[in-house]
């Protein structure tokens, strides 16, 4: 097993070669009480005659005189066959107590060569850097903490053989953390960075003035009666517009589904894509690039989490207790939004969503507020919830934009230790809007209703019916398109103790659909299915090979109307440490 930074370590990048592997190293460490210790390690890694490569590393921990010294340094020498490389890695910290104070200084460095075997060149994956950073903190002990840092860092790039300054960052920071009452903390962070370019000759990259402002509050009341965590920030600086396209990865890797050539024009347009709902289906990723074009933006974030649980610290329901106990009530908001050109008392505040369109880049929220009733009661609960989502974004093309309204409703109740009902009924109404992409254009209504009746006589068996009902229609266009299913299900599950589990599931859809099947807003009213019968099914195997070996098996098929079977296995090991 290797670490994350592995291949970075030892400059193999995107190599393939395929040989046999040899590794070796020594490690001598000199230690002394209350001094510290000095450790030089030597390594080497070798692939054959295509690869070879050895490491020096050292690194000290040492305290002499009040001062606290870390040091921690690496030279890599690597020979493929048609480059060498040269990887110097150090980075160093040193501190004093001042009073109630701490003061220190940090320096850090890279500068990897990659060079041409040949000519001795320069290759332009070469890169390099150089940083030092100065700072004053509050003691370790101190439930009251602050620290102020001042950085400097220079980035190097290859230009004509040789590393050349490109880009310098100039970054002040001021961080405080009040913990003292763990019921009450308080922390934020102040940060002031300038990029400022060298030689426009050595990037493409423009200056830029960035200033980022963070808060993070917890608050508990009451006894627990109302917790509050709170989150905000704020930002200003510079970044690129961005275009993006669909790469194509192995089945079942990715997210989206290219679904048609609907205009017959043999290109896979970004109107042709859709989130994949089969997993066999899941064959593309969407990247986003970077443009040439750079905006000045504003950033504003901010989420709150208020939960309001009147019965505190009491969590049992045996006995008799006040009614109101038996409710709590959990609201979660997350507004997030960039603009330019936008007035500076306008962007400091996170409510504003009125905002013109020549203004704003991208604005997204999500607001949700759940009313439980017997939460943690094992006979009977409800719950209520009601959501909303926005995403509004600027690409290259124009804004992109959609909104879901979402209210449910959850119901359970234990007839006893065996039968258990639930209903869930939920309600949405999903608009869609491209100034780009036409077809995505649509205003979906949605109702839907699922009773679910579980039979489970011990840990051993459980078995779940159920039967869904939906309703989907397209009010915006002419043609109103409308989907109706009825969904019948059934899901074993078999628990064997201590070695693992097996889950079989099979449902039976019936869809009609008043319109053409083949276009996107068809796959998105029908989630992927077709009009007229469709039957899924899945089974799943979970199995403990040992006690910290965890094996799983995985079978999905389904049959739509008029279409072929679709089978779909997979196996997934896992290994916990």
């Known amino acids: 097993y290797r670490n994350v930074e592995f291949d970075r370590d030892w400059n193999l990048g995107s190599s393939n070669i395929q040989n046999d592997e040899y590794s070796a190293n020594f490690q001598t460490t000199l230690s002394k009480n209350k001094l510290g210790n000095i450790s030089y390690h030597i390594k080497t890694y070798l692939k054959g005659e295509d690869y070879k490569g050895l490491m020096n590393s050292a690194s000290s921990q040492l305290a002499i005189r009040k001062f606290k010294i870390d040091l921690d340094s690496s030279y890599l020498s690597t020979k493929g066959l048609r480059s060498r490389t040269n990887f110097l890695r150090h980075n160093a910290e040193i501190s004093r107590p001042v009073w109630k104070f701490i003061l220190g200084v940090r320096e850090a460095g890279e500068q990897n060569r990659f060079l041409n075997l040949t000519s001795d060149s320069l290759f332009g994956s070469s890169l390099g850097f150089q940083e030092w950073q100065s700072y004053i903190t509050t003691g370790d002990s101190s439930k009251k903490k602050a620290t102020l840092s001042y950085k400097q860092r220079y980035d190097y790039i290859p230009y004509s053989g040789k590393f050349e300054n490109s880009t310098r960052v100039d970054e002040t920071s001021l961080s405080t953390e009040l913990t ?93 894509f859709a989130v994949a709902v089969f997993s066999d289906k899941a064959e593309y990723i969407r990247v986003f690039i970077p443009t040439n074009e750079f905006i000045t933006t504003r950033s504003n974030q901010f989420s709150e989490i208020l939960t309001f649980t009147p019965s505190g610290a009491t969590s049992s329901y045996e006995g008799r207790q006040p009614f109101h106990h038996r409710f709590t009530n959990q609201l979660l908001i997350r507004l997030d939004k960039k603009t330019k050109d936008e007035t500076l008392l306008s962007s400091l505040n996170p409510f504003s969503r009125d905002i013109d369109d020549s203004l704003l880049v991208s604005a997204n929220s999500s607001i949700r507020n759940t009313l439980y009733f017997n939460r943690t009661s094992p006979v009977y609960g409800a719950d209520i919830s009601i959501q909303q989502n926005r995403n509004k974004s600027l690409l290259t093309n124009g804004f992109d934009s959609r909104v879901l309204t979402s209210q449910g409703l959850n119901l359970r109740w234990n007839l006893s230790r065996t039968y258990l009902i639930s209903l869930s009924l939920e309600k949405s109404d999903k608009k869609s809007s491209s100034q780009f992409l036409s077809s995505r254009d649509y205003r979906i209504l949605a109702e839907s209703a699922e009773p679910k009746f579980s039979y489970q006589p011990g840990t051993v068996f459980r078995a779940i019916a159920s039967y869904k009902y939906s309703n989907k229609r397209n009010t915006l266009g002419a043609f109103g398109e409308e989907a109706t299913s009825d969904k019948f299900g059934l899901e074993l599950k078999y628990n064997t103790v201590n070695t693992g589990s097996m889950t079989a599931k099979v449902n039976l859809i019936n869809v009609k659909y008043n319109a053409p099947d083949n276009s996107f807003l068809s796959y998105e009213l029908l989630e992927g299915l077709k009009n007229g019968q469709n039957i899924t099914w899945n089974m799943s195997l979970q199995r403990s090979l040992s006690s910290s070996v965890q094996m799983s098996l995985n079978y999905e098929g389904r049959k739509l109307k008029d279409s072929k079977v679709i089978h779909t296995g997979g196996v997934q090991v896992r290994a916990f440490f």
């Open 180 to 272: 003292a009452n763990p019921k009450h903390t308080l922390r934020t962070t102040t940060t002031y960075r300038v990029i400022s370019i060298t030689d426009t000759l050595y990037t493409a990259q423009i200056p830029s003035k960035n200033l980022l402002n963070r808060l993070d509050h917890s608050l508990t009341l009451w006894k627990g009666i109302v917790v509050a965590n709170t989150f905000y920030e704020v930002g200003a600086g510079q970044e690129r517009k961005q275009e993006y396209f669909y790469l194509q990865v192995p089945a079942g890797q990715g997210v989206y589904s290219y679904l048609a050539d609907y205009n017959n024009n043999g290109v896979k347009d970004l109107d042709e």
